[in-house]
């Protein structure tokens, strides 16, 4: 089964329409998604509804945006499958969502005050259906330079790397609660892309809180990451799963289906679906 279990839509950071995205999943004969907004479980419904028309399977999913404290740095956790209406994720998420939209609009009235033009009209048309705001639709008020672009590069390292005037970050999620909440709501919770933010070390810890599984395939893991990866699945009885990670406009350019599942790695969610 091809399958492609890390996609975003215009419910969080992605940048395209649940029809939008399913219709190229369709195309690239994806038989399996799973829609990870983060943060946010609002795009399961919708996405179920439209991919049944298609003969494509929805599984639950989520990208909660975490944190490891000890080693301070960022941790993503997948969910996949957890039960509606998963009341533990949304007591967990909805204030981290408030949190991110107040800092985001903060950044807007930072960066008028600074003499950026704002195009306040775009910045609303960009928010699509989810109503947190994201720094990508910040970046899109402001230049219609493509995200691979030298132009944005430049731009976007100027304001929210290093000392940029809008460089702080809102207090995430402790990663322990993250997986707990899943858990709790009958998902399994994965660990996101463990090789591009280096969370390898808090494995042990999260697994003592529920972790299922380990996100393999995504494009920006190395071959090394891979192994790694595979040796710990090995060693901890996890199982893997992997996606292409597509935010459409919003991120690299690639398609739906870039970065597959592997095939073997489909089990517990085909149990659980």
Known sequence: MRADLHVHSDYSDGYDSIETILAQAKKNGI??????DHDTTDTYPKAKKVAEALGIIVIPGIEISAYDFKRNRKVHILGYGYNSPAIHIIDLCGELLKRRDDHSW????????????IRTSKLKKSKGEQPTLYKQHIMESMTDAPYSSA??????RALFKGDGICAND?????????????????????????GQLDSFDIIPELIKNGL?????????????????IKALAEQYGLFLTGGSDYHGNYWIPLEVGHTLAPDDALHPLVWKH
């Open 106 to 117: 903060i950044q807007v009235e930072t960066l008028i005050d600074q003499g950026y033009t």
């Open 170 to 194: 809102i207090e995430y999620i402790d990663a322990n609660l993250a997986v707990k909440a899943i858990k709790a709501d009958g998902g399994l919770p994965v660990l996101a892309h463990p």
């Open 31 to 36: 038989e399996m998604i799973s829609f990870v």
């Open 151 to 156: 132009e944005y590069k430049t731009l976007y």
């Open 212 to 228: 299922a599984g380990l996100e393999i395939n995504h494009p920006d893991h190395s071959e090394e990451d891979q192994l790694r």
